[in-house]
């Protein structure tokens, strides 16, 4: 069984562009969370997709967007990059959305904004 | 809005040691409590989840507890080792039918010196 894989390990951007990041889910799971880790936090929930649907979201701007596809992995889109955005950023799949279900964490994606 | 508290941030012992790393969060009205592991730019490993209903969790040298009316979780580690080093997340979920999140601490940075 495949765990969380994440695209890619890291990525060096400058202010201003846009950037895209991967999450495929552990097998048989249909439900995928984003976190974003600054140096030396805890993460920070971004949002969820469920059956390709946003399923709640954190306090992060619309410039933060994602898709699900019909696959169950996920993309992880940042627009008008800021210095701030510079993070690890985690994605966890899980079976459903629910509490009751845990939530597996990929490698993470360490992004760089100059 | 839930709050995750760590201490210490950081803590230095010597090889041997048994140790307690604490967790408190401001909202009792959680559905479970999990226990990370992070090692310097990588994601998550789970290391111990206790339901709201249960009082501790053990795996292996890990003991961790939970008093959900005061908020409080600790994490106790026996006979520390080297590879124990690491930084040591605590993060709390409430009981949701979507969308459901991790609430996480910043952490505690452990070192432990041979």
């Known amino acids: 069984e495949t765990g969380v894989t994440q695209s890619p390990t890291h990525l060096i951007k400058t202010r201003g562009q846009q950037v895209t990041l991967r999450c495929s889910s552990q097998?048989?799971?249909?439900?995928v969370s984003w976190y974003q880790q600054a140096l030396g936090q805890g993460p920070q929930f971004i949002f969820q997709y469920y059956r390709e649907e946003e399923n709640g979201r954190g306090n992060f701007p619309p410039r933060f967007s994602g898709l699900q596809f019909p696959n169950y992995s996920s993309e992880l889109n940042v627009n008008a990059l800021e210095l701030d955005d510079s993070a690890l950023y985690l994605c966890?799949?899980?079976?459903?959305?629910?509490?009751?279900?845990?939530?597996?964490f990929g490698p993470g994606t360490r992004l760089t904004v100059t | 809005k839930q709050e995750v508290t760590q201490i210490p941030a950081a803590l230095s012992v010597p090889e041997g040691e048994n140790l307690v790393l604490n967790c408190s969060f401001t909202?009792?009205?959680?559905?479970?409590l999990q226990w990370f592991r992070q090692d310097p730019g990588k994601g998550l490993t789970s290391l111990l989840l206790i339901q709201s209903s249960q009082r501790e969790q053990t795996s292996g040298r890990l003991n961790a507890s939970l008093d959900k009316s005061s908020g409080r979780s600790t994490l106790y580690i026996a006979a520390s080792q080297p590879g124990d080093s690491a930084t040591y997340l605590c993060a709390v979920r409430r009981e949701e039918t979507s969308g459901s999140r991790l609430t996480f601490g910043e952490g505690t940075q452990l070192t432990v010196n041979p």
């Open positions: 097998s048989g799971h249909n439900t």
């Open positions: 909202d009792s009205a959680i559905y479970n």
């Open positions: 966890a799949s899980s079976l459903r959305p629910e509490s009751a279900y845990e939530q597996y």
